[in-house]
């Protein structure tokens, strides 16, 4: 089974950065691909960014690309959202995703397990 744990959420001013982090348990961390979602207030949860197996393959929305990176650190069991230039829009509670693949994929419904959020509240 596997766990996941999000940390690193907050409130920030617009034009500001935050890394969230998601500590994951498990020893097949490392064959596994990863997503962080999001999801706003009457918002359905929404991708953000996915990262593959080995870390050498990203995907972003549309929204965040050039603004956030993912990224991956498996000896630690980690994987990190370093977003910065925040905007109010990107308010949101932050979910990270894994699946039983070591290809990343868009879609909520490929990822199995979920954290239990992390808020992230950008002021104007």
């Known amino acids: 089974q596997v766990q996941l744990v999000e940390s690193g959420g907050g409130l920030v001013q617009a034009g500001g950065s935050l890394r969230l982090s998601c500590a994951a348990s498990?020893?097949?961390?490392?064959?596994?691909?990863h997503g962080w979602f999001r999801q706003a207030p009457g918002k359905e949860r929404e991708f953000v960014a996915a990262?593959?197996?080995?870390?050498?393959?990203?995907s972003y929305a549309d929204s965040v690309k050039g603004r956030f990176t993912i990224s991956r650190d498996n000896a630690k069991n980690t994987v990190y959202l370093q977003m910065n230039s925040l905007q109010v829009d990107d308010t949101a509670v932050y979910y990270c995703?894994?699946?039983?693949?070591?290809?990343?994929?868009?879609?909520?419904?490929?990822?199995?397990?979920w954290g239990q959020g992390t808020q992230v509240t950008v002021s104007s």
């Open positions: 995703a894994t699946r039983q693949s070591p290809l990343l994929h868009r879609m909520k419904d490929a990822y199995p397990y």
């Open positions: 498990g020893r097949t961390f490392s064959n596994y691909a």
């Open positions: 990262i593959n197996w080995s870390g050498g393959m990203t």
